[in-house]
C-alpha cells in the first residue's frame, strides 16, 4: 500500500512540475534581431492547456509578413526547444530553435535549414494594463 501511494505521488508530483514549465513559456514573446535577409521582428505566441503546449510565430521582415505554426515544443526545466515551419515560394523550410528560458527573457539560438543561424533573445509581452 505505500508503495502504491508514492508511486501516486511521484506521478502527481510530476504532472505539477510539467504544468509549471509550460505555464513558464505561456504567453506572447517579442523579438528582434538581425540576420541574413535583415532586420527580423517576430511574435512568438504559446499557449498551455494543460501539459501541451501550442504555438505561433508571427513575423515582420525583408521577405513579407505572415505566420507560422510552432511544433515540437518542448520545455525541460529552463530549457527550451521548438519548431517553425515557413514556406517561401512554395518551399518549405524548417527552423529549429533552442534556448533557454530566464525569468522574462528567452535566449535562443535559430538554425534555418541550411542557410545559417542566428542568435536572439525574446522578451515576454507585458499584459496590458486593466482599467
Known amino acids: 500500500m505505500k508503495l502504491r501511494k508514492l508511486i501516486l505521488s511521484t506521478v502527481l508530483l510530476l504532472a505539477a512540475a510539467g504544468l509549471a514549465r509550460a505555464a513558464d513559456l505561456a504567453g506572447k514573446w517579442n523579438a528582434e534581431f538581425d540576420s541574413q535577409i535583415g532586420t527580423q521582428k517576430y511574435v512568438y505566441d504559446f499557449k498551455a492547456d494543460g501539459d501541451k503546449l501550442t504555438g505561433t510565430a508571427t ?47 528567452m535566449t535562443l539560438t535559430r538554425n534555418v535549414g541550411d542557410f545559417g543561424s542566428e542568435q536572439l533573445v525574446a522578451k515576454r509581452a507585458k499584459a496590458p494594463a486593466k482599467s
Request: a negative charge.
Open 59 to 105: 513575423y515582420d521582415h525583408s521577405m513579407g509578413k505572415g505566420e507560422a505554426p510552432l511544433t515540437d515544443i518542448k520545455v525541460n526545466g529552463d530549457d527550451v526547444s521548438f519548431v517553425e515551419t515557413m514556406k517561401i515560394n512554395d518551399q518549405e523550410i524548417t527552423v529549429t530553435y533552442k534556448g533557454k528560458i530566464k525569468g522574462d527573457e
